[in-house]
């Protein structure tokens, strides 16, 4: 009964993070505003991608707590931009491989502004791991396969997906349905092979961007 209290009271902790009437809640706002006032990362963007990672959770059949964790990783995993320079955050074009380079060290950053604050320490590998890829060629520990938390590898295939079907400063947007090819194409090299196979079924059942 001890053990199934501390359950209990652990999920309660992390949904109260996810409700706005919630005074937990100001912490997870308080890091968007700042993240957003640094750089082009915009609300929408991780209105969408909730959207997107609750679609696929629901589909894996994960309970709710994993889906609480996985949402406010939708909204936080990049909350690691705050250190990096605005001239690189916020550049019209592409950028060089040394600022290349800088920016990536984005994940290691977010992953020390999780784990300093009590109520997202559970999230923060998660945050550390967005950018691993399924063969082991990604950043910042080149994990591999299983090796990436679950969370993580969702959020990769819909992060993706959301950013080539958005503008940016140096292309437009692809269309939904380019846009889940280039998923196809990297799927078992990029993204876990299983999740990209049900992103893609998911969203050509709905034949619109979702």
């Known amino acids: 009964m001890e053990e199934i209290k501390k359950i209990s009271e652990g999920h ?6 996810l409700n706005q009437k919630s005074s937990h809640h100001a912490i997870v706002s308080s890091a968007m505003a700042t993240l957003y006032a640094k750089s082009q990362e915009t609300e929408e963007h991780g209105q969408r991608l909730t959207c997107l990672t609750n679609m696929i959770g629901e589909h894996l059949d994960l309970e709710q707590k ?9 909204l936080l995993h990049d909350i690691g931009k705050v250190g990096i320079d605005d001239r690189i955050l916020n550049k019209p074009s592409r950028l060089t491989n040394e600022e290349w380079k800088q920016m990536k060290h984005h994940t290691e950053i977010g992953y020390r502004i999780a784990m300093s604050t009590p109520q ?9 791991h967005h950018h691993e ?40 947007a692809l269309s939904w349905e380019s846009s889940v090819e280039e998923i196809e194409k990297c799927t078992g090299t990029q993204f876990d092979p299983d999740i990209a196979r049900l992103f893609v079924e998911l969203v050509r059942k709905q034949k619109v961007k979702v």
Request: proline content about 3%; cysteine-free.
């Open 12 to 17: 309660l902790k992390h949904h109260k993070l």
């Open 120 to 128: 997202l320490k559970h999230i923060a590998e998660y945050i550390l």
């Open 66 to 74: 994993v889906l609480d964790d996985l949402r406010l990783l939708s």
């Open 133 to 172: 890829r399924w063969d082991g060629t990604g950043y910042p520990k080149g994990l591999k396969g299983a090796e990436i938390p679950l969370l993580s590898r969702v959020l990769a295939v819909a992060d993706a997906y959301d950013a080539m079907t958005e503008d940016r400063v140096y292309r437009r």
